[in-house]
């Protein structure tokens, strides 16, 4: 279960960012009970944020806090309280993923540099946010050419699928 709160005082396409939420972590073999928030907040709380849990001063994009250890099958360090299941059992369990946080504001400032629209912005950092619930990290360059590919791949496929569906496609999104 995906649950999207915008308390920033911004638009924002809530269903777009569930969906992509979804999509991504149906694709990286998470169990589709497992518990997602997904909040929208203004700068000054995500400042508050940021310096409380980052100790870094000023408003990010985004940022994530796991809950349960889940990771995705295949990737290493999953544990017996993972989303894996026993020895006997891969089949993946239901658990409370963990919440993303996200700053609308900050997001647009991004979009702009990047010549993409906020809403798409918004989408990558969702993409961003579940991956990092799931243990990538991008702290060293091989670990941010996997997080960042797995990310553009996962956006690519969502918006191509979507669009193919008669839903929400690149144009809407872009």
Known sequence: MIEVV??????????????????????MGIHPLAELSV??????AMTELHVKWMDEPGPTDVLSFPMDELRPPGLSGATASS???????????????????????????????????PQAEMELLCVHGVLHL?????????EEAEMFGLQADLLRD?????????????????
Do not use: F, M
């Open 158 to 174: 969502w918006r191509a699928d979507t669009a193919d569906a008669g839903g929400r496609g690149p144009e809407g999104n872009q």
């Open 6 to 27: 915008n308390e920033s005082g911004e638009e924002a396409d809530e269903l777009a960012l569930e969906d992509v939420a979804k999509y991504s972590l149906a694709k």
């Open 83 to 117: 989303n894996r299941g026993n020895a006997d059992d891969r089949e993946p369990l239901p658990d409370l993923l963990g919440d993303i946080v996200l700053c609308p504001v900050v997001a647009q400032r991004q979009a702009e540099s990047a010549g993409h629209s």
């Open 134 to 142: 799931l243990g990538y990290d991008h702290a060293e360059p091989d």
């Open 39 to 44: 909040l929208l907040v203004d700068e000054d």
